[in-house]
Nanobody, 122 residues
């Protein structure tokens, strides 16, 4: 069955950087819309970044210029490079796959989810 496994979370000071990874099994990132979402305690889940099968990307306004989504099709791995982190970026970050067309930051349009990796900025 499809599995998405995130890694790379941790605790960093404000201004720091982290790179999240998501490895997919039984689902090919190459021809899918895949993305990153996050949920902070007491807040709704929000889309962070998405990348479509053609490599086009979509970012939440709050992370534009600081976060970069990319994928390595050979490794079937999705990445999220996060720079200039802020305390408000603290959240559980989730990888999602098989997003419906058009590739977007709307969570309910994705079919598969990982278990998440915690990012804490303080």
């Amino acid at each position: 069955h499809v599995q998405l496994v995130e890694s790379g979370g941790g605790s960093v000071p404000p201004g720091g950087s982290l790179t999240l990874s998501c490895v997919g099994s039984f689902l090919t990132f190459n021809n899918n819309c895949v993305g990153w979402f996050r949920q902070a305690p007491g807040k709704e889940r929000e889309g962070v970044a998405a990348i479509d099968s053609d490599g086009s990307t979509n970012y939440a306004d709050s992370v534009k210029g600081r976060f970069t989504i990319s994928k390595d099709n050979a490794k079937n791995t999705l990445y999220l490079q996060m720079n200039s982190l802020k305390p408000e970026n603290t959240a559980m970050y989730y990888c999602a796959a098989r997003g419906m067309w058009p590739c977007s930051l709307v969570g309910h349009r994705y079919g598969y989810w990982g278990q998440g990796t915690q990012v804490t900025v303080s």
